[in-house]
């Protein structure tokens, strides 16, 4: 096989392939540069090679056809191939591009380096790649695959007697909005691997946060009364940018705006919009339903150049138009009229090459104000400059994932500058055989004589740095130092130096890893990162459901490698893989062994069976987290007559359970329990317990709203579930008891007011438990005194055990009496006496006596208290009124329990 280099090599411009292979010569594309005095490809290079028996062109951009309509014109009979919407934005690219040649031409004087009649000829006798994606030329059999980067892009794979190239044309592996990315044709290994390598040197800033940064300027440009201009390449990015901004507007992210369209973005979005089946599923959807996904109406309008002054009198709003370097075309003419306005914007959104006014101008966003040369003329730049990365070409990790995929024997780099491609070429393992290739110059490699690939024979590296190497590519789980939590992340390379693996988690943050911080190795990813980061989130966030429905039993009781598992269960799925993955790393560790050559085995048995299958291993994410467990129970109760509120207990112990309060528990029955139990662990992940304690307060407000308001004051005995009201029998007495009790539990007593309160009868203030009730550990107890506090809101001052008795310490001994019922319910909480401290908070209660008195009460001095009267003395220079005495007297009563005394 030989491959030569007529142009596009070291270079983004005027790619050109010629290839020898089995017998058989094809080219591949054949572009143009945009600057510079020599646009064309080498094409003498021609004269000394075999004439080709078909011309494949990978995409429309003008670097890979710009040079078509010469090279046809060379070789008229020979077959020039393309996807369908390749051939349709072929036909729009190629006449404007000569329109803009034939100007340049008036102006130098010169010739365009082809004619109208050429393109004409080009144009009529494309022929389109059948629709199999199968062509067989000569002996050669050429099969297309996906490439991502715009609409009709494809890559090469080429095979003929046992040799076989793969031309990658530009690659994009990130879906954007309108197109999937590249297809990995993973079964293949091809011998030699030619690829673009334009960001070679890059990692791509995250998409979603470069396209939000793009809307919100837009916006704020707008807003502030200026218009925003987008200059964008017409085919693959203007589109990408409308969809953005309607995106936007349709999730109600940013408010709706005018968007106008000029230039050539407005034939190529029509032709986008033809082909919905190469679409991305929801913009097809839109195409389908609406008849357009990028220009809609009422939002988004083509505009004619004869309309253009209007656009700029009118309404403020974002300009998206062609050229997207600036070099001439519509986004010239309006940058012309915006850079020097300081209310508009100009936002840069793609490559830009050295010599480009759009270069100039993201240069010029770091300094001071100076001047920009459009279309010949001088102007002051005051706009804002912004420059967004929405790129349709692979970066640097994407590329080394590609190539460690497809393991070629030798890969030869294209398309991308010295730096992008030395770069890259340092980040690609050597076993693969990075080629810088020239341009000008042929590259020749053997047929194989064995089929054994040759990898390993040329490079004898050690074998732990194999294993590492075998890893890039690959999902990996690994443990981070500081926390106890499995984590993914992508391996991109190996450091050669230290062995440690250079990855990414799927946010794009780089980290690295020891080689004993890998867990487990999950496997490739060929598929969109979307997708991917979809999925793990899924499954981490809560995995529960994915290991459930896995058939644990079908695996056998043996020792098994994770790859044996998933052929064993035939998972496919990602979201599986990775559920499988993360529950047998909670198997105990007797049940890991690990191999010399670094694979990990699992020792399935009969326990380990049975314990996934009852999920009662200690499996990462098995439980939501604690915020959406207690939104998922609130939900799931919304409706239920008892249920109060949820909580989370002893969290982060292993203890840790979810709480429901019902207002009064008791009234559900076991069955009820363990349905609900049941329903919310399985729904969860978490233990289920239902809180013993009963809201005395609504307690009371159920027996106002069955007897009246005249119940006076109920005695509460929460130990019996009883609940006795002085007052004498109504004749319903029977039928309001068994009401009461369905509904709160608790046994309903007349008592004649005349006969004695049956609570504590010798309690000497103390309020016990039978002795049957466990006793919470003091410092729980303790815990749990205060939490009983702060939910009934009761102001305690200390709370502490004395010889097995809790003592609690309000204000006041009067204030304690006032909460007999509460003091009782909590010695029941706690499993243990309690009582309350007989000594006043002397001090307390003078403070709150203070902050009661108005300003103009001006006390000679302090209040003094008598203990035993049970009052607060104080004097003042002047009687208040009665009715202002009476209120301050009232309030310091209620607080502390002593009764004010005011003299002159
Ligand atoms: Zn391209
Ligand atoms: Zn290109």
Not at 107 to 124: D, M
Not at 779 to 805: C, D, F, H, P, S
Not at 809 to 815: G, L, M, T, V, W
Request: hydrophobic share 40%.
């Amino acid at each position: 096989m030989k491959i030569s280099i007529l142009g596009g090599g070291s270079e983004v411009g005027a790619s050109c392939l010629h290839i020898e292979i089995g017998g058989t010569n094809l080219l591949i594309d054949a572009g143009m540069r945009m600057q510079g005095d020599d646009l064309l490809p080498a094409l003498g290079m021609l004269d000394g090679l075999d004439v080709p028996e078909c011309i494949l062109v990978t995409h429309a951009h003008a670097d890979h056809i710009g040079a078509l309509p010469i090279v046809h014109s060379l070789f008229s009979t020979v077959p020039v191939y393309t996807t369908p919407p390749t051939a349709d934005l072929m036909k729009i690219m190629m006449k404007d591009a000569y329109k803009i040649l034939a100007g340049r031409a008036q102006l130098t004087n010169s010739l365009p380096p082809y004619s109208e009649e050429q393109v004409n000829a080009l144009l009529a006798s494309l022929l389109l790649f059948p629709a199999s994606g199968v062509l067989k030329v000569g002996n050669v059999k050429i099969t297309s695959y996906r490439a991502g980067h715009i609409l009709g892009a494809v890559m090469f794979l080429l095979e003929s007697d046992g040799e076989s190239l793969l031309v990658t044309g530009d690659l994009s592996f990130k879906a954007g909005r309108t197109i999937s990315g590249a297809e990995v044709p993973h079964t293949v290994q091809p011998d030699v691997v030619v690829m673009e390598s334009t960001y070679g040197n890059r990692i791509h800033t995250d998409r979603n946060t470069e396209e939000k940064r793009l809307a919100d300027h837009v916006v704020e440009v707008i807003a502030g009364g200026g218009f925003a201009l987008i200059p964008a390449f017409a085919l693959g990015r203007a589109q990408e940018v409308l969809l953005v901004l309607q995106d936007y507007m349709d999730k109600g992210l940013i408010p709706e705006f005018p968007i106008f369209v000029d230039g050539l973005v407005t034939p190529i979005s029509g032709i986008y919009k033809s082909y919905p089946h190469y679409l991305k599923g929801p913009v097809a959807h839109r195409v389908r339903k609406n008849g357009d996904a990028f220009l809609t109406e009422g939002r988004c309008k083509a505009v004619h150049p004869r309309e253009r002054e209007a656009v700029l009198q009118g309404k403020p709003g974002c300009i998206v138009a062609s050229s997207g370097m600036l070099t001439g075309g519509a986004s010239s003419w309006y940058a012309e009229r915006l850079v020097s306005g300081e209310k508009n914007a100009i936002f840069i959104t793609g490559y830009q090459d050295e010599e480009s006014p759009g270069k100039k101008l993201l240069d010029l966003a770091n300094g001071v104000e100076q001047t920009l040369e459009l279309n010949g003329t001088s102007h002051q730049v005051k706009c804002r400059i912004g420059k967004y990365g929405l790129s349709a070409h692979a970066d640097a990790n994407e590329m080394n994932r590609f190539i460690q995929t497809l393991q070629p024997s030798h890969t030869l780099l294209v398309h991308g500058d010295d730096e992008a491609r030395s770069r890259l070429g340092e980040l690609i393992d050597p076993r693969f055989e990075p080629t810088l290739v020239e341009n000008g110059e042929s590259y020749s490699f053997e047929k194989r004589t064995s089929g054994k690939s040759v990898k390993g024979k040329r490079y004898r590296v050690n074998d732990d740095a194999i294993q590492l190497r075998d890893k890039i590519g690959s999902l990996l789980f690994y443990s981070s130092e500081d926390e106890h939590v499995l984590k993914l992340a992508m391996c991109t390379g190996v450091h050669p130096k230290t062995n440690t693996l250079i990855c990414q988690t799927l946010k794009g943050k780089p980290v690295r890893l020891q080689a004993n911080q890998v867990v487990e190795t999950i496997g490739r990813w060929d598929g969109p990162i979307d997708e991917l980061t979809e999925a793990t989130n899924e499954v981490f966030s809560f995995s529960r459901p994915f290991i459930k429905q896995i058939a644990w039993s079908k695996l056998p009781k043996e020792i098994v490698s994770l790859n044996r598992i998933y052929e064993i269960l035939g998972v496919a799925n990602i979201k599986d893989k990775l559920a499988i993955a993360l529950a047998i790393q909670s198997f105990p560790a007797t049940h890991h062994i690990k191999h010399a050559d670094g694979v990990k085995y699992y020792k399935m048995d009969a326990q380990m069976e049975r314990e996934l299958e009852q999920l009662t291993l200690p499996i990462q994410a098995i439980k939501m987290n604690s915020a959406t467990a207690l939104e998922s129970v609130r939900n799931g109760l919304a409706e239920h007559p008892r249920f109060m509120r949820c909580g989370v207990n002893n969290i982060g112990t292993p203890d840790e359970q979810l709480m429901i309060y019902f207002d009064f528990p008791d009234v559900l029955m076991d069955p009820e329990r363990k349905l609900l139990i049941k329903r919310f662990r399985d729904e969860t992940g978490w233990e289920i317990a239902f809180s013993d304690s009963i809201r005395q307060d609504l307690l009371q407000n159920r027996l106002v709203k069955q007897l009246g308001a005249s119940i006076g004051t109920p005695s509460i005995h929460l130990h019996d579930r009883v609940v006795s009201v002085s007052l004498a029998k109504p004749e319903n007495a029977e039928e309001m008891s068994i009401q009461f009790k369905e509904t709160t539990g608790f046994t309903l007593q007349f008592i004649d007011a005349a006969s004695t309160s049956p609570l504590n009868p010798n309690n000497q203030n103390v309020f016990k438990v039978a002795s049957a009730e466990g006793r919470m550990e003091n410092n729980q107890a303790l815990e749990e005194t205060r939490k009983w506090a702060a939910e009934r809101n009761i102001t305690i001052y200390k709370a502490g055990i004395k010889q097995e008795v809790m003592e609690v310490h309000f204000i006041s001994p009067e204030i304690a009496i006032q909460h007999e019922m509460e003091l009782e319910e909590l010695s029941w909480r706690i499993g243990m006496p309690v009582a309350y401290a007989k000594n006043p908070k002397q001090n307390e209660i003078i403070r709150v006596a203070i902050e009661s008195f108005p300003p103009s009460w001006q006390p000679k001095k302090n209040p003094s208290i008598h203990m035993d009267r049970k009052t607060l003395a104080v004097k003042l220079e002047q009687m208040p009124r009665d009715e202002e005495l009476q209120k301050v007297s009232q309030k310091i009563e209620g607080e502390t329990g002593y009764v004010l005394e005011v003299n002159k």
